[in-house]
């Protein structure tokens, strides 16, 4: 059985190397294509959130980058040449994220998840993206998006609830609702 790492970056300044293993075989998930958009339909939904006038917290981006991370996995390794059963295959992804403490706890449950889902073995680690979720967050605001968090770079997120009443909805530190109502124009 071929491993397989697949790690994400988010541009050309994005040094991030996986250490090298025996029997691993690398590939590299440009986030960001050349002219800066981001890759793999993240843009996109993106641009179909803001049409619904919501902007996703930095957890909802890194929600959004797993996904590209476990679609480019399972759609891209043939189970035939990277497996020994012509089905299980061992898949490890490293994904760049805005806060690495909120995702490792959430590390067993995404692989025991992600095990029931494919019937792969999975490996699932996380990285911080200092400089790039800056860049992140000035590329989707140039698009018209407007990603906030706390702790990152970009203002807090709020949520509005139909009492008008503003308030963060968390659930195990994550975001219970990842999206803001935008700027009422």
Do not use: Y
Not at 4 to 22: K, S
Not at 37 to 56: E, I, M, N, Q, Y
Not at 89 to 102: F, L, N, Q, T, W
Not at 156 to 169: C, E, I, K, M, R
């Amino acid at each position: 059985m071929t491993k397989h790492i697949i790690f994400g970056r988010l541009g050309p300044a994005d040094a991030f190397r996986p250490p090298r293993a025996v029997d691993t075989v690398a590939t590299t998930l440009d986030l960001l294509d050349a002219a800066g958009s981001l890759r793999f339909g993240v843009d996109r939904a993106l641009k179909h959130l803001a049409g619904w006038h919501l902007t996703p917290t930095a957890v909802g981006i890194d929600l959004i980058t797993l996904a590209a991370h476990v679609h480019a996995a399972d759609t891209r390794l043939n189970r035939v040449q990277a497996s020994q059963d012509g089905w299980m295959r061992e898949i490890s992804i490293v994904v760049p994220v805005s806060d690495v403490a909120v995702w490792d706890r959430a590390t067993a449950p995404l692989e025991r998840m992600l095990r029931f889902l494919t019937g792969d073995l999975w490996a699932v680690r996380f990285r911080p993206c200092l400089a790039p979720a800056a860049r992140l967050c000035r590329v989707s605001r140039d698009r018209g998006h407007d990603i906030r968090s706390r702790g990152s770079p970009c203002s807090p997120a709020v949520s509005t609830v139909s009492s008008g009443q503003s308030t963060n909805f968390t659930r195990g530190g994550f975001p219970f609702s990842s999206a803001t109502a935008a700027k009422a124009a």
